[in-house]
């Protein structure tokens, strides 16, 4: 009977493990249209406060994305006729992104000192939190690259292109699609990647990627919102996506943007290889309103 007991319990050790290990390999922590989000917590501010009083004012962030962050920065808007928040701004918030340990990503709370001023009656005035950051969006994918353009070679092929159709990566933009095409250039093959990324979240895009604090100011130039950095590698080969080569700055319009890079290749069969697109920017959101009545001295 113990022989039969020891098989069982082995089985049962084996199995749970095989299926703890198949659940961390599904897990794909680049998934989802979330980066940073945050939230007034409850009671910080609260509805009502005495004038003359002190009061918190607090921030949950929430890093939901897959990547981490860094430089996060929280800034309070107010009339400062009403209240004193001294100082309305945190900087160099680190948070953690989404990970196959860490499945959540992390979240922290920013506490802000308050102060209600006179007021003769009750008066409501609002409150509210702007948030700035530094995201990456990483896409990895494979593609098929099959030099005959002309589809001269009547035989059954180890692969055959096709356009990628994406949903998100684990960030607040998105590559959503891309298309290939080839054009012979000598005895070589120039691939060309179509990639078309999208804003899915409801924030504001810029090319402040390692400057939150930029993106938090009110002199942020027209230059650099709605622009997002793209690079581009195929086969661990970087791909030329500007102009002249190398990275390039797109503009979102309407919350959507197309780039195409481009390599050259000497392939003598279709392959299957590695296409890697990395978008890097600035991201910010802000609050609906939090409206604080402050009461006279009772």
């Known amino acids: 009977m113990r022989p039969f007991i020891l098989a069982l319990a082995t089985l049962l050790l084996f199995g749970c493990g095989s299926a703890q290990q198949a659940s961390i390999a599904l897990y794909n922590p680049y998934s989802g249209s979330e980066g940073t989000v945050m939230d007034f917590?409850?009671?910080?501010?609260?509805?009502?406060?005495?004038?003359?009083?002190?009061?918190?004012?607090?921030?949950t962030l929430w890093n939901k994305g897959a990547i981490d962050v860094n430089d996060a920065v929280v800034s309070l808007s107010f009339l400062d006729k009403y209240f004193r928040i001294q100082p309305d701004k945190r900087t160099g918030v680190a948070l953690k992104g989404k990970s196959i340990i860490r499945r959540s990503?992390?979240?922290?709370?920013?506490?802000?000192?308050?102060?209600a001023r006179e007021a003769a009656y009750d008066l409501s005035t609002p409150i509210t939190a702007t948030l700035c950051y530094s995201y990456i969006t990483r896409m990895v994918d494979e593609v098929c690259v099959d030099p005959d353009i002309y589809g001269l070679e009547p035989r059954q092929k180890a692969c055959a292109p096709k356009d990628l159709v994406l949903r998100d990566q684990g960030a607040p933009v998105a590559?959503?699609?891309?298309e290939q095409s080839l054009v012979e250039e000598g005895s070589s093959v120039r691939v060309y990647e179509k990639i078309t990324l999208k804003?899915?979240?409801?924030?504001?895009?810029?090319?402040?990627?390692?400057?939150?604090?930029q993106l938090c100011s009110s002199s942020l130039s027209t230059d650099v919102l709605n622009r997002v950095r793209v690079h581009a590698?195929?086969?661990g080969r970087r791909m030329d996506c500007g102009p002249s080569g190398g990275d390039v700055t797109v503009k979102l319009?309407?919350?959507?943007a197309q780039t195409t890079c481009s390599a050259v290749i000497q392939p003598r069969n279709e392959y299957v290889t590695p296409l890697k697109v990395e978008l890097s920017y600035g991201y910010s959101d802000t609050l609906p309103q939090k409206q604080v009545i402050i009461l006279p001295s009772p």
């Open 105 to 115: 990503g992390e979240k922290k709370t920013v506490f802000f000192d308050a102060f």
């Open 175 to 178: 590559v959503t699609g891309v």
């Open 199 to 213: 804003n899915l979240g409801t924030g504001l895009v810029a090319n402040t990627y390692g400057s939150a604090g």
């Open 41 to 59: 917590i409850k009671s910080a501010p609260p509805d009502e406060v005495y004038k003359d009083t002190n009061f918190k004012v607090g921030v």
């Open 253 to 256: 319009e309407a919350g959507v």
């Open 233 to 235: 590698e195929l086969g």
